[in-house]
């Protein structure tokens, strides 16, 4: 990215890494963040990124002058975050941001849930995305230049989305709304912004998921926002450019809910 035009989005020499970039919504973040400029680690889960993350990384070195690079962490497993993160930022004597996106989903009726079931949802979600922040920020504070923090919540943490039967979803991402706020709070002095995106409906694996099992909310779901639509991945690319960059540097503590609309009515 230029730093002549609103250079206060440029990302250039900052180091940041993205969780649940194996794929989908963290993927596209995670590309945006390289064309304005950052180095990127991809933290997922999966033994191997999707078919789409090489192109990208390719695209990082060439167009870019920037590097992608993938790490095989499961969120729960703490000391492993925090050695992965700690060599992270030990390599590049700085760490700048994170964006919080690796998240599971179970669509099971409240009177059926199981605990177990609850516990693995909570633990990814809530306890995962707080691990995370917690390992990010230790570094942060460690090499001294502050960051920014970007937790993805959902727009299902502040409503209950009509016909989509997912209690602790849902409950799990009103958690990571207020941890934004206690997160900011407890961080501020030390020049770290936390935020959360609140995405409505995306279309992405988890998404499609849902679909294989009931159709026809291809068609009943992109009625209930304002646009009358789904929304795509790259969507939310500006956002994540936005809070992780200085042309967010007054905010935190706050949800950018981006869902067309469909909480507003
Ligand atoms: P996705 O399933 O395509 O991606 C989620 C990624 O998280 C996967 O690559 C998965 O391997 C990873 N992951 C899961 N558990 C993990 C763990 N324990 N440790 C590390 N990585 C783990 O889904 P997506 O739609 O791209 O979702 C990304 C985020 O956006 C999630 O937090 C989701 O809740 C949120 N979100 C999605 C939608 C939507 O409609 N798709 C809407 C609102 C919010």
Same mark, same amino acid.
């Given at each position: 990215m230029s730093t002549k035009s609103l250079p206060e989005f440029s990302l250039s020499g900052k180091v940041i890494l993205v969780s649940g970039a194996a794929r989908g919504l963290g993927l596209t973040q995670a590309e945006a963040l390289l064309e304005a400029g950052a180095t990127v680690y991809a933290l997922d889960l999966l033994p191997a990124p999707s078919p789409d993350f090489e192109p990208i990384a390719a695209r990082a070195e060439k167009e870019f002058g920037t590097r992608l690079h993938y790490r095989q962490v499961d969120v729960r497993e703490v000391e492993q975050l925090n050695s992965v993160v700690g060599d992270i930022a030990a390599e590049h004597g700085r760490l700048d941001g994170l964006i919080a996106a690796a998240g599971i989903q179970q669509e099971t009726s409240a009177l059926e849930y199981t605990a177990a079931d609850a516990n693995r949802m909570f633990e990814v979600n809530v306890t995962g995305v707080f691990m995370t922040s917690q390992a990010v920020a230790k570094q942060m504070i460690k090499y001294g230049n502050g960051g920014s923090i970007v937790l993805i919540a959902s727009m299902s943490g502040s409503v209950a989305n009509k016909g989509l039967i997912c209690p602790a979803y849902n409950a799990s991402k009103a958690a990571v709304i207020q941890l934004a706020r206690n997160l900011a709070m407890e961080w501020g002095p030390h020049n770290i912004r936390v935020n959360t995106i609140s995405p409505g409906y995306i279309v992405t694996a988890m998404v499609e998921a849902l679909f294989v099992r009931y159709p026809e909310r291809r068609e009943t779901?992109?009625?209930?926002? %304002?646009?009358g639509r789904f929304s795509r991945p790259d969507e939310y690319r500006g956002a994540a450019v936005f809070l992780l960059s200085?042309?967010?540097?007054? %905010?935190?503590?706050a949800d950018l809910r981006m869902d067309g609309g469909h909480s507003a009515w």
């Open positions: 779901w992109p009625k209930d926002n %304002m646009l200085g042309a967010s540097s007054f %905010m935190t503590g």
